[in-house]
Every structure is written in C-alpha cells, then in structure tokens.
C-alpha cells in the first residue's frame, strides 16, 4: 500500500446466477489520495462482476507490470487481468502476452466512447480482450456510494447486474463493446 493511502472496507455480497457463485468477499481496498469515487468504485465493481476465491487487486496503476485486478493461478501463470479506465493499447497487448485473459472496464462516458472509437480496429486485432463500458449514469450512481467502509450486495442474472448498498439499489448499464475472439 502505498504512502497517504486510505484502507477501505467492503464487505461484498455476490449473488451470480449466471455464474452460479456466491460468495461474500471481505476486502481491503487500497485507495489513493487522487483516485476519484468513480475509479475507486469501478475497481469494486469490476471485482463483484468477476468475483471468485482467486481474484485479488494488485498494485495497479502504482506497478506498471500490475493489473487493477488479477487471478493467478497455482503455476503463478495470470488466468485474468483486469484493467480500468483508458490504458494505452499497448499495456493490453503486453497483458494479452501475459494472460490467459483481458478484460477491459471503460467508465469514461463521452471520453470513453470517443477513445473506443479510435482504438477499435487496433484492439479487435487482440483475440483474450473482453471490453465493457459502464454506463455514464450507472458510475454516477457509483460514485454516489463511494465510502471508507462498505456494505454491498451485488446481484448478476441474465446478463443484467444490481448493486445494493442498503440505501440504494443501482441497475448497472453495461455494454460489451468486445469479446473474445479466441474462444
């Protein structure tokens, strides 16, 4: 963790129909001074929607050979990685290189539609990357209950995701602007 950093608690309650898992995952979430409530939340969501034993966030941004998020395997070999935001294309091809697969979490509105549409034809070309773009209103809603200590419940089926924080319940807007080609 690094120096000026906030500890946040979340204790995450996992309930993925279309994964079958359940599971309420206690977490220690390192957040930098600078990050925004909407990073530092997306990192949380992305964690929820990939939710398992394995799963774990790594250094991130502060390591530049780290994921936001990561799941190794046994062998140290990297089963996913996870990044956030607007990364430049070739830190995904260098992840691709590295891991079985990329997901992608783009929670940029307007910024991140504009920077998809320049970099679609290059990222296509990377068969592991899954892209996601979170809706502008759904990291609204986010940011909204961004907190030093949280309780959550997060409900996936059919496709669709809930976010509860006891307060408000937050349908998520996702949309899959790539998946993977190399299945």
Not at 19 to 44: G, I
């Amino acid at each position: 963790m690094a120096i000026g950093a906030t500890v946040c608690k979340v204790i995450l309650n996992v309930s993925d129909i279309d994964r079958n898992y359940y599971a309420e995952h206690r977490l220690t979430v390192s957040r930098e001074p600078s990050e925004p409530d909407e990073r530092f939340m997306a990192r949380v969501l992305a964690f929820a929607l990939n939710a398992d034993d394995d799963l774990a966030f790594a250094r991130g941004q502060a390591e530049a050979d780290e994921p936001e998020l990561w799941r190794r395997g046994l062998d140290g070999g990297i089963g996913l990685w996870i990044e956030l935001g607007l990364p430049d294309p070739k830190r995904l091809r260098k992840a691709s290189a590295r891991a079985d697969e990329v997901l992608l979490y783009l929670y940029h509105g307007r910024q991140a539609s504009l920077w998809w549409e320049q970099r679609r034809d290059e990222l296509s070309a990377q068969p592991k990357l899954r892209v996601v773009e979170i809706g502008a209103a759904s990291v609204k809603g986010l940011a909204a209950m961004a907190a030093k200590s949280l309780e959550l419940s997060c409900l996936v089926q059919d496709g669709q995701a809930w976010l509860d924080d006891g307060r408000t319940r937050l349908e998520l807007e996702l949309r899959a602007l790539q998946e993977r080609s190399d299945r």
